[in-house]
């Protein structure tokens, strides 16, 4: 790596350089259980997703994928995973603070373990989670709470970047939310996410119609 390479993003580069997949190769469970709101032709968003293995589900499933991370190292093993996979997504390296993230043209935006973005960042992030969605779009979250951090199965070791119900209701106050909540359980995504973890899960439908085909869940 070069001497100039931002210390952030070359630990980013570094995680990644491994030949297996941090998370594994399949999809968040939250995400997959998930999979009967998902329709061919939807445009989705995966935010921050590594090495693939969110995108590379949506794609599987007929989805349009933009897949984004600040990784490039991390965006090639997502090529390579879809491309393994038989299907086709887009991928771009994206800085979540500073990038165009563009007005609203996603059905779906799935932001999954995203808890790099602490107090300074995320509401930012938030703000574009929603403002990103179509008219009746969904956004699919899954993140650590506070307790995650006496288990010490994964995630960040900062209390301040973890999620409350609290906070999640206020943050997407303006949408509907459709589910959201917190669970103990055991979870297998690669070695980085492994072990007894401290979860939350939401799904929040943004204001407007719905997405042809989408039911009343």
Same mark, same amino acid.
Request: hydrophobic share 45%; net charge negative; charged share 25%.
């Given at each position: 790596?070069?001497?100039?390479?931002?210390?952030?993003?070359?630990?980013? $580069?570094?995680? /990644?350089? @491994? %030949?297996?997949?941090?998370?594994?190769? +399949?999809?968040?469970?939250?995400?997959? !259980?998930? =999979?009967?709101?998902?329709?061919?032709?939807?445009?989705?968003?995966?935010?921050?997703?590594?090495?693939?293995? $969110?995108?590379? /589900?949506? @794609? %599987?499933?007929?989805?349009?994928?933009? +897949?984004?991370?600040?990784?490039?190292? !991390?965006? =090639?093993?997502?090529?390579?995973?879809?491309?393994?996979?038989?299907?086709?997504?887009?991928?771009?390296?994206?800085?979540?603070?500073?990038?165009?993230?563009?007005?609203?043209?996603?059905?779906?935006?799935?932001?999954?373990?995203?808890?790099? =973005?602490?107090?300074?960042?995320?509401?930012?992030?938030?703000?574009?989670?929603?403002?990103?969605?179509?008219?009746?779009?969904?956004?699919?979250?899954?993140?650590?709470?506070?307790?995650?951090?006496?288990?010490?199965?994964?995630?960040?070791?900062?209390?301040?970047?973890?999620?409350?119900?609290?906070?999640?209701?206020?943050?997407?106050?303006?949408?509907?939310?459709?589910?959201?909540?917190?669970?103990?359980?055991?979870?297998?995504?690669?070695?980085?996410?492994?072990?007894?973890?401290?979860?939350?899960?939401?799904?929040?439908?943004?204001?407007?119609?719905?997405?042809?085909?989408?039911?009343?869940?």
């Amino acid at each position: 790596m070069s001497g100039t390479e931002d210390p952030h993003l070359a630990r980013w $580069n570094q995680r /990644f350089s @491994a %030949e297996d997949y941090v998370f594994g190769t +399949a999809p968040n469970a939250f995400l997959a !259980a998930h =999979a009967p709101l998902l329709r061919p032709g939807m445009k989705a968003l995966a935010v921050a997703d590594g090495e693939g293995r $969110n995108g590379v /589900f949506l @794609a %599987e499933r007929g989805l349009d994928v933009l +897949a984004v991370d600040f990784s490039p190292v !991390a965006l =090639a093993k997502a090529q390579r995973l879809a491309a393994a996979r038989g299907v086709r997504m887009r991928t771009e390296r994206a800085d979540l603070a500073t990038w165009d993230w563009g007005g609203p043209r996603f059905d779906l935006v799935a932001a999954i373990f995203i808890q790099f =973005a602490g107090p300074e960042l995320r509401p930012l992030l938030f703000r574009r989670l929603r403002e990103v969605l179509v008219p009746g779009g969904l956004l699919i979250l899954q993140g650590y709470r506070p307790e995650q951090i006496g288990h010490g199965t994964g995630g960040p070791s900062s209390p301040e970047n973890l999620y409350t119900e609290a906070m999640l209701r206020e943050a997407f106050a303006g949408m509907e939310i459709l589910e959201l909540a917190a669970e103990d359980r055991v979870i297998e995504e690669g070695a980085g996410h492994r072990g007894l973890s401290a979860l939350i899960g939401m799904v929040a439908r943004a204001p407007g119609a719905r997405y042809p085909g989408q039911g009343s869940e």
